[in-house]
């Protein structure tokens, strides 16, 4: 099918340049290329959108020496600025931001395969978070333009930055899901170095000359290169005051164990999850299996929100197959910005083999692909495969599969499904499908206690952003809303003085002068 041309890709993208100390800093060295796996030619072949610069540990080390510099032990221009400046820096990012959308959001289609819908939305939804973020920030700060009296103690308490953030991001969400850590990071008067995710880092490069030109030097700081090389030795340094990192526990776990004091260092992480719907025999089977299908194929189930498990009641699981087969079959596979695309290409080239393995161990255990297109493969996709019956000992229930397989298992003692969870290292979120309330409510009760969100009759999600979005076990560290993320980097930090003549009249001149940015009971309208 031809391309349309708004979407071709016309002219490749040389980004040969770096973020350090509010400089893009040319780079002459060693550069990777960045492919798609979408085809531009009739005859199947990867497409080549552009090169980044394969940047080395000097480099890295030279990021980490700007945003300490600019932190500058709390001293920088930027952690002691006033709030509502902050924020003004902030709103001259967005406004830029906004003008990028139609180049981003095609990035977003041939970098890692996003409908086009689901591309618009993400950058929609991440402008839409920054403001949110900013109103947020803007009501935190005038709840703070007060003081209290406690046992003739005068406190001023406000939140205060944590020092140097080292943010990593994912490919699936490379936009929003970054933007949740970076924004709420930069807005609390933290300095930041940042590197793109392996797919979806050519996207990042029409933001470079807004996030230069919006905030102070050394406050983002943009690296490119492999996390080992690059992230490793910022890490191993010991400067970085916060790991940021929305990923694999893995990744999470080895960085972690670089730093030199990792009992001080603070942790924001999002990581995987194995989020399972629970389909009880009373469920609206309709509304059931389109919001399954919803939770295990929306972006090829490469969401770790995705349902990645469906338990489904003994009593109902016959039908419950058949109908859901039907409708994983009828869905559309297609080019990001074809109508109607609903499957589209897998960014990552080796995904397809990886789910043909758990295809097959899971086969090979006593599972069928009970979906007549399962499997079925082509150079850059697999069609998502239902199994049935999956069993324990089969990798698909064990691994996040984070692509287009699906695992059925039915019950007949809702203790099972609770079990398994209860065993599982991760704990996000659940989706559970029923009506009767004598039957939900003691689940409800249950469940809450293994995940930190129940979506009753719907698929597992985000949003909406100002909801709190965490995990137990292996799946988050902290938590990141709109409201929460800003909490988490941050910490309260107050002034005290006793309530005496003397120290009263010195508060009363600071407030009358305005000479500290802190101690301030200005009100920001």
């Known amino acids: ?125 991440t402008v839409e978070y920054i403001y949110d973020t900013i109103e947020d920030y803007t009501q935190m700060d005038r709840d703070s333009a007060k003081f209290e009296k406690h046992g003739g103690v005068n406190a001023h308490i406000r939140r205060g930055p944590l020092g140097v953030v080292l943010c990593l991001g994912p490919y699936n969400y490379p936009l929003n899901e970054t933007f949740a850590l970076l924004i709420p990071a930069i807005i609390m008067g933290n300095t930041t170095i940042f590197k793109p995710a392996k797919f979806g880092v050519l996207l990042l490069s029409p933001l470079l000359e807004a996030f230069q030109n919006s905030f102070p030097k050394g406050v983002v700081n943009i690296i490119y290169g492999r996390g080992r090389t690059v992230a490793s030795p910022i890490m191993k340094d010991g400067r970085v005051d916060v790991l940021a990192l929305i990923g694999n526990s893995k990744s999470a776990n080895a960085l972690q164990s670089v730093h030199p004091k990792s009992n001080r260092l603070r942790m924001v992480l999002g990581l995987e999850a194995k989020n399972p719907a629970i389909v009880l025999k009373d469920a609206d089977l309709e509304l059931a299996i389109n919001e399954c299908i919803a939770g295990t194929t929306s972006f090829n189930g490469q969401r770790c929100t995705a349902l990645k498990v469906l338990y489904v009641h003994e009593a109902i699981v016959d039908e419950f197959n058949k109908r859901f087969s039907e409708k994983v079959d009828a869905l559309t596979f297609g080019n990001p910005w074809e109508d109607g695309a609903k499957l589209t290409p897998l960014p990552e080239p080796d995904k397809p083999a990886y789910i043909q393995e758990l295809i097959d161990d899971a086969t090979e255990k006593g599972a069928k692909i009970i979906n007549k297109k399962g499997g079925e493969t082509t150079d850059n996709y697999i069609f998502p495969a239902v199994l049935y019956p999956v069993s324990k000992d089969m990798r698909v229930y064990e691994e996040e599969q984070f692509g287009p397989v699906i695992p059925v298992i039915s019950f007949s003692d809702i203790e099972e499904p609770l079990n398994d969870m209860a065993e599982s290292n991760y704990g996000q979120q659940v989706s559970l499908f029923g009506k009767d309330t004598k039957t939900l409510a003691p689940l409800i009760d249950t469940l809450v206690n293994l995940v930190c969100r129940v979506n009753l009759n719907s698929s597992c999600q985000r949003g909406p952003d100002v909801y709190p979005f965490t995990g137990r076990k292996d799946s988050a560290v902290a938590t990141l809303s709109v409201h929460d993320a800003l909490r988490s980097f941050s910490i309260r930090t107050f002034v005290a003085s006793k309530d005496n003549a003397y120290n009263n009249a010195i508060l009363t001149e600071l407030l009358q002068t305005r000479a500290s940015n802190f101690v301030s009971t200005d009100y920001i309208l």
């Open 1 to 125: 099918m031809k391309i349309p041309e708004k979407y071709q890709i016309k002219e490749t993208i040389t980004q040969n340049t770096y973020l350090v100390n509010g400089e893009l800093k040319k780079w002459t060295g060693q550069t990777s290329e960045v492919y798609s796996t979408i085809s531009s030619t009739e005859n199947y072949q990867k497409t080549l959108l552009g090169t980044i610069p394969t940047l080395g540990e000097t480099e890295a080390l030279e990021a980490l020496d700007s945003a300490v510099n600019a932190y500058n032990k709390g001293q920088g221009l930027w952690p002691t600025m006033k709030v509502v400046d902050r924020i003004a820096c902030m709103e001259k990012f967005v406004a830029q931001m906004k003008t990028k959308r139609e180049e981003i959001v095609k990035l977003l289609m041939w970098e890692i395969g996003k409908n086009l819908a689901d591309s618009e939305k993400e950058f929609d939804r």
